[in-house]
Every structure is written in structure tokens, then in C-alpha cells.
């Protein structure tokens, strides 16, 4: 697996779970640079506090920790509805830690000293499902939007306004930001956006903020 494999996990939040500071510190300052955001806490209750408030969508916890247990700690969280996906980490090889992952259905088993590499491959492949469905969801999504517009000229742009809507469906670029990075032309960016804009699927919010929204795209039969 390669570095342009990791530039998925740029749209994840991780929540890592660990209570040796100098490990927690480490290991959070490698994979800031891969994440969308990582919440590193110590204590079963901190993560807790962070599954409640914030949006998580991969797991990373120790299993032994001073104050708590990861296994029983996902558990809880099971019991409660998550669904979360998790990685568990360890310097122990009991048997009955591997046994109760399973039980579990823990995604994946980690062996410390934590190998980045080997993370990072982890987290990956437990997230590839919402990869793939993110993938298919924006290309889905530009089919329709094509349909939607006739002139070929604007397919390019069209892909580029799907590939850059952040989580919130918000397209952060001006005309110039745009033109910038598609070959077209300032008349073909504004005729596009006027079209989607008369339709309901982009609306600006402000220079150089666009609010994108699928419920006017398009229905599937009409798209195909």
C-alpha cells in the first residue's frame, strides 16, 4: 500500500484511546497528518464524552488501560447502539483478549510497540466500506448532476465541484479558484452555476461558498 492510498483517511475523525502519554502523544502526532481530526484521550470516560459530542468514525483503543478495559469499554459502546468500527491495540498476547475481540467483531488486532505502517494499513482497510461508499456515492451524484445540464464542456467542472464538497455539501472556491485548477472559461463557470443554481442543487452563500444540495438533483430514473 502506498502514501496515495492514505489520502482517503483525509475525510476520517479517529478517536484514539490510549494511557501511556508519550504512545498517545507519538502516535497522534504521525497520524495528524492523515486523519481529519484525531481525539486522543486517556480515560474510557473522555472517549465516551467524545462518542456523545463529536462524529467518530473509526475506533483506536489499548485494551489493558490504567483506569478502564478497550474490550469492555466497546462494549458498552455496543450495548448502547454504536456501530463504530475499532482497531484494539496491546502489549499483551492472551489468548482471551484475542477471543473476546473477536466475540467482539473487532476489526483489527494490533501487537505493541504500535508499527505506523501497520496502523495505518489497518485503518485503511477498516474504513475501505465508507471509502468505497463515499466513491460511489460523489460518482453517483455527478451522473446526476450531468444530467441535469447539457453542455458537454461543463462535465470536468461538474466532477470538480463533486470532488471538493466538504463533509457539509459546501463548496469553498470563487470563479478564480476554479478556473485555476479546470480548464474552462470564466462564461462556462458562471452559465453552469447559474443552471444549477435555477435548479435548486447550488446555492451561494456567500463569495466563494456554494451550499450543494442532492435532494434537488435529479431522480435515480431520470438520471439514468
Partial sequence: MNRRDFEHLSRFNVLYLEDEIDLLKHTTDV??????????????????????TKKVDVIISDILLKHGNGI????ELK??????????TTAYTDTEYLLDAIKLKVEN???????????LNSLHDVLLPKIQSREIHRSYNIIKTISAVTDGKQVELIRFIIKNLDDDN?????YTDIMERVDVSKPTVIKLFKQLSDLGILTKV?????????SQLPAPESAL
Avoid: W
Avoid at 31 to 43: A, E, G, P, R
Avoid at 72 to 75: A, G, K, N, V
Avoid at 206 to 214: H, I, L, V, W
Fill in 109 to 119: 488486532y494490533i501487537v505493541k510497540p504500535i508499527n505506523i505502517k501497520e496502523l
Fill in 206 to 214: 456567500q463569495n466563494g461558498k456554494y451550499r450543494f444540495d442532492e
Fill in 170 to 174: 459546501m463548496l469553498n472556491y470563487s
Fill in 31 to 52: 497520524l495528524v497528518d492523515f486523519v481529519n481530526h484525531i481525539y486522543s484521550v486517556q480515560t474510557c470516560e473522555e472517549a465516551m464524552q467524545i462518542m456523545r
Fill in 72 to 75: 469492555e469499554f466497546l462494549q
Fill in 79 to 88: 450495548s448502547l447502539g454504536y456501530e463504530t468500527p475499532a482497531i484494539l
